[in-house]
T-cell receptor, first 116, second 117 residues
């Protein structure tokens, strides 16, 4: 079963508009972490934002915020005032316990294209 | 601070040949990951090391893939023999020692793009 689901394969947004990228997850653990990464065409994965399962406040990092709805198991990324440089693949990921350690698993990604 | 280093950046080989990728993690990072990213998909974890011990290799095709992390620093991922479906970007990542905290982010290298023809 899919652990991380990103239902939007691609999105087009006008520059300066806000955009929401959807992510739902599946886990039976109480303790887990949620991440968003950006992957530009150059290929590197860039960490954007983190939300812990026990965090009561939604995480924010500059223009990025995470809309965390624990009961619905969703962790949507909101980018405010989008810029041309935001065009990239965006991946939602979850760190969950595995045996005595933990591991990070990724969703299938959303390709975001910003129109000038 | 130097990031995760990977080499080579690109590799083209014929099927049934062998290939090796190298990764040098961020200094002090005890956990090292190898991910396979097929075009249009998210990264898939192949193997995870804690120091020089394997934590998880459940998705590593062990009949053809092998990985090692001697001395708990650099790591090498090998494919022998390669198949067409191994064409992908191989990403190496590292993070601080896994003590069970969920907020430990992984830092990624630029990846090696493998094309098998």
């Amino acid at each position: 079963a899919q652990k991380i689901t990103q239902t939007q394969p691609g999105m087009f947004v006008q520059e300066k508009e806000a955009v929401t990228l959807d992510c739902t997850y599946d886990t039976s653990d109480q303790s887990y972490g949620l991440f968003w990464y950006k992957q530009p065409s150059s290929g590197e994965m860039i960490f954007l934002i983190y939300q812990g399962s026990y965090d009561e406040q939604n995480a924010t990092e500059g223009r990025y915020s995470l809309n965390f709805q624990k009961a619905r198991k969703s962790a949507n990324l909101v980018i405010s005032a989008s810029q041309l440089g935001d065009s990239a693949m965006y991946f939602c990921a979850m760190r969950e316990r595995y045996s005595s350690a933990s591991k990070i698993i990724f969703g299938s990604g959303t390709r975001l294209s910003i129109r000038p | 601070e130097a990031g995760v280093a990977q080499s080579p950046r690109y590799k083209i080989i014929e099927k049934r040949q062998s290939v090796a990728f190298w990764c040098n993690p961020i200094s002090g990072h005890a956990t090292l990951y190898w991910y396979q990213q097929i075009l249009g998909q998210g990264p898939k974890l192949l193997i995870q090391f804690q120091n020089n011990g394997v934590v998880d290799d459940s998705q590593l095709p062990k009949d053809r893939f092998s990985a090692e992390r001697l001395k708990g620093v650099d790591s090498t991922l090998k494919i022998q023999p390669a198949k067409l479906e191994d064409s992908a970007v191989y990403l190496c990542a590292s993070s601080f020692r896994d003590r069970g905290e969920m907020n430990t982010e992984a830092f990624f290298g630029q990846g090696t793009r493998l094309t098998v023809v």
